[in-house]
């Protein structure tokens, strides 16, 4: 399975990246529940936005965070000066056995309990 971070949904959205919606439609990829509330949860989203990431939300599935989910993102955040949504992000890359893909691998560094790559470069 892919875990698709945040910011891949994100850059999904524009015109320059638009080669990551074909990435998207893989019946492989998958989400966690915190990109759901990163990427919708922006304060500044336009109501266009809204309805293109909504979507995005409709066809991929999105991961639960567990109580297992959680125990790994603390013994990240013990390890690593991390954010929570990376950490938990990293754990459900772990827990559900993902290749994860990210535009920002260097949040993730120094983690090898899964395989980590860019789609951008």
């Known amino acids: 399975m892919i ?4 910011n891949i ?3 999904s959205a524009s015109e320059q990246h638009k080669g990551l919606r074909e990435l ?8 966690s529940i915190i990109s759901k509330l990163e990427v919708l949860g922006y304060h500044n989203i336009t109501t ?3 309805k293109y990431f909504e979507a995005i939300f409709k066809v991929i599935d999105i991961l639960p ?6 125990s790994q993102a ?10 929570v949504g990376d950490s938990i992000i990293a754990a459900s890359a772990k827990i559900f056995n993902c290749n994860l893909y990210t535009n ?11 395989k980590i790559t860019n789609p951008i470069k």
């Open 3 to 6: 875990l698709l971070d945040s």
């Open 9 to 11: 949904i994100i850059y």
């Open 24 to 31: 998207i439609k893989k019946s492989e990829a998958v989400c």
């Open 48 to 50: 266009e936005q809204i």
């Open 65 to 70: 965070i567990s109580d297992e989910v959680i």
């Open 74 to 83: 603390i013994k990240y955040r013990q390890k690593k000066s991390m954010s």
């Open 104 to 114: 920002n691998v260097e949040d993730f560094l120094n983690i090898k309990d899964f």
